[in-house]
């Protein structure tokens, strides 16, 4: 199918989508990854403030289906961000693409500029809390969504790379004129900001890892590889249940609170809307990615001053449902992994958080935002 073909389609679908009735939405859930994709027009990617008639039809489809809540589209559209989204647009792959960021200026600034990235199951507004932490203390703070997730492109082919990632990243920092930043990342965030400091060691100033994951080599230790097809499969089975009942277990150490949930909608709502089949698609290239690429052989080659931020009750592994319990028992033991990282990175500073899981930004705000101050305050802003 061509892209212009595709463009047809969507514009098409906008406008019949409203009058769809919930049985024809659910048929369309059979659909292959290439003839589900909706590209985003100029008007599907403007902000909306509620969700659309369209997408409030889909969301009483899947009420019947029984995974209940708002739908957003297919780039999230009518979820609202905590700050005005622009579009970075670009040419990668031979694919036109536009990378959804927030760029937010303090009132008093620092001369320093952190980049917040995100992990797998996030997306740039979860950093909410962090960035008025930020803005607040001075720094200018720039928080993108990566190709593939939340507000930004989902193509339908694409060869996903940290390298690739992270050459995006910079593209966009350039067009802003950012030259030297410090690079915050959380999950699978932080594989790519370890990814970005390799590649760009004179323009990272610092980094900051939160509870990175591939601080280990899953597929190594016997995780067993699944396939694209595999992942997308069970990508197509996403629902809020499942994602509550992940986070809860392997970022959260068990607890639940109502501030978790917002992000669990937000990731869930893709799945309930009219691009679920193209939203699981790049989740499933990415999953692929996350597994086949760890960044724990090249930890000795980052040069920047490092400061890691690690939950010690975070079990969090790809894979991990999939593997033997035999090999289940010996991935995810971030208290040794942190440990293992801050050895092995040259100039690095380990924090510990004794408590707390995977996400400790949510978990402990107060904690973990005097930490991360602290720490990029010990590295001079003329670096």
């Given amino acids: 199918m061509s892209f212009r073909r595709?463009?047809?389609?969507?514009?098409?679908?906008?406008?019949?989508?409203?009058?769809?009735?919930?049985?024809?939405?659910?048929?369309?859930?059979?659909?292959?990854?290439?003839?589900?994709?909706?590209?985003?027009?100029?008007?599907a990617r403007s902000e909306a403030s509620v969700a659309s008639p369209a997408t409030q039809a889909v969301s009483a489809a899947t009420s019947a289906a029984g995974d209940t809540g708002t739908a957003y589209g297919p780039e999230l559209q009518g979820f609202n961000y905590p700050a005005p989204v622009d579009q970075y647009d670009f040419t990668s792959q031979g694919v036109a693409l536009h990378?959804?960021?927030m760029d937010i200026k303090p009132a008093k600034a620092n001369g320093r500029t952190a980049v917040l990235l995100h992990g797998k199951n996030f997306c740039a507004a979860t950093w909410d809390a962090t960035i008025h932490r930020l803005t607040d203390a001075g720094y200018r703070v720039i928080a993108p969504d990566q190709i593939g997730f939340c507000k930004s492109s989902k193509p339908e082919h694409y060869q996903y790379s940290f390298q690739q990632l992270a050459r995006n990243t910079h593209a966009l920092l350039e067009?802003?004129?950012v030259t030297n930043a410090t690079m915050i990342g959380h999950s699978t965030g932080g594989m790519l900001a370890i990814r970005y400091a390799l590649m760009y060691p004179r323009e990272t100033q610092q980094l900051v890892l939160v509870n990175p994951i591939g601080l280990e080599d899953w597929k190594a230790k016997g995780v067993p590889s699944l396939s694209v097809d595999q992942w997308y499969e069970r990508?197509?089975?996403?629902?809020?249940?499942?994602?509550?009942?992940?986070?809860?277990?392997?970022?959260y150490a068990g607890q639940w609170r109502a501030n978790y949930e917002p992000w669990v909608q937000m990731l869930a709502g893709m799945y309930r809307g009219p691009g679920k089949q193209i939203v699981?698609?790049?989740?499933?290239?990415?999953?692929?990615?996350?597994?086949?690429q760890p960044v724990v052989y090249e930890l000795g080659q980052v040069s920047v001053p490092t400061l890691l931020l690690i939950?010690?009750?975070?079990?969090?592994?790809?894979?991990?449902?999939?593997?033997?319990?035999e090999v289940r028992a010996k991935i995810g033991h971030y208290p040794e992994l942190g440990k293992a990282a801050a050895k092995a990175i040259p100039h690095a500073t380990l924090v510990e958080f004794a408590d707390l899981g995977h996400a400790p930004q949510m978990q402990d705000p107060q904690a973990f935002h005097k930490a991360l101050l602290d720490g990029l305050a010990a590295v001079p802003a003329n670096r």
């Fill in 6 to 43: 595709q463009s047809l389609l969507a514009t098409l679908s906008v406008c019949a989508l409203a009058a769809t009735s919930a049985s024809a939405v659910l048929a369309a859930s059979a659909a292959t990854p290439a003839s589900a994709a909706v590209p985003a027009s100029a008007a």
């Fill in 99 to 101: 990378m959804a960021y």
């Fill in 175 to 177: 067009s802003l004129g």
């Fill in 235 to 251: 990508e197509l089975k996403t629902t809020a249940e499942g994602i509550r009942r992940y986070e809860q277990t392997n970022y």
């Fill in 280 to 292: 699981a698609w790049n989740s499933a290239l990415l999953d692929d990615m996350i597994y086949t």
């Fill in 311 to 325: 939950g010690q009750k975070d079990t969090t592994a790809i894979g991990k449902d999939a593997a033997p319990a």
